[in-house]
């Protein structure tokens, strides 16, 4: 099926420090999540993106999260600075629109901050 | 106020048995319900999906029972094979390009 990549895979940061973590959403597809993971429990939605614009964001995306997707690229999640509860996996997924609304999920960047 | 709830954060069958998964959610807006299956280590994968239009949506061993008036739906997993173990999410969105909303997972275990 369509793949959604993620770079990278895994991070170990210190906390305060910025990280960028990278999305290689499908090709055509016109919609961008982020969703956080702790400890394979509950998918948390953090944020949409559309036309280059934030559709909805959820309480879960600080202000210190920020999100893009310059030039058609990589659709990316940065957080600045980072705090020991930004531990998770942060799942990136595209999405057609159109009808339904299936969500394509890359495998994961598991985030560490110490 | 969690808006999509499983009920069962563990089920535990044994092969070819039927597993049943359920799932209600608050939200009379939802119309799409897809069921994502995630294995350790991995993102989650879309199963099957049901729109709101619809009671009953099968694909092989998989099919979705979903009850609009009650607001909760079912996932039966025929025949349950050792490889079907993993977490199996419900998840719900109103329209094209909104987000999931995601219930809390059942960790299905299929003993041989």
């Known amino acids: 099926g369509p793949k959604v990549l993620q770079i990278p895979s895994h991070q170990i940061i210190d906390m305060g420090q910025m990280v960028t973590l990278n999305c290689d959403p499908v090709?055509?597809?016109?919609?961008f999540y982020w969703y956080k993971q702790i400890l394979g429990q509950q998918m948390e939605f953090l944020v949409n993106f559309y036309n280059g614009k934030v559709m909805e964001k959820s309480k879960l995306f600080k202000d210190q999260f920020s999100v893009e997707r310059p030039d058609g690229s990589y659709f990316t999640l940065k957080i600045q600075p980072t705090a020991l509860e930004d531990s998770a996996v942060y799942f990136c997924?595209?999405?057609?629109?159109?009808?339904?609304?299936?969500?394509?999920f890359g495998e994961g960047s598991r985030l560490i901050v110490v | 106020q969690q808006q999509v709830r499983q009920s069962s954060q563990s089920l535990t069958v044994w092969e070819g048995e039927t597993a049943i998964l359920n799932c209600s959610y608050e939200?009379?807006?939802?119309?799409?319900f897809p069921w994502y299956q995630q294995f350790p280590g991995e993102g989650p994968a879309l199963l099957i999906a049901?729109?709101?239009?619809?009671d009953k949506k099968e694909d092989g061993r998989f099919t979705i029972f979903f009850n609009k008036r009650e607001k909760n739906l079912s996932l039966h997993i025929k025949d349950s094979q050792p490889g079907d173990s993993a977490t199996y999410f419900c998840a719900a969105s109103r329209n094209a390009g909104a987000k999931l909303t995601f219930g809390g997972g059942t960790r299905l275990t299929v003993r041989p």
């Open positions: 090709s055509n597809h016109l919609y």
């Open positions: 997924a595209s999405s057609p629109g159109g009808d339904g609304n299936t969500l394509y």
């Open positions: 049901i729109r709101s239009v619809s």
């Open positions: 939200n009379s807006a939802f119309d799409y």
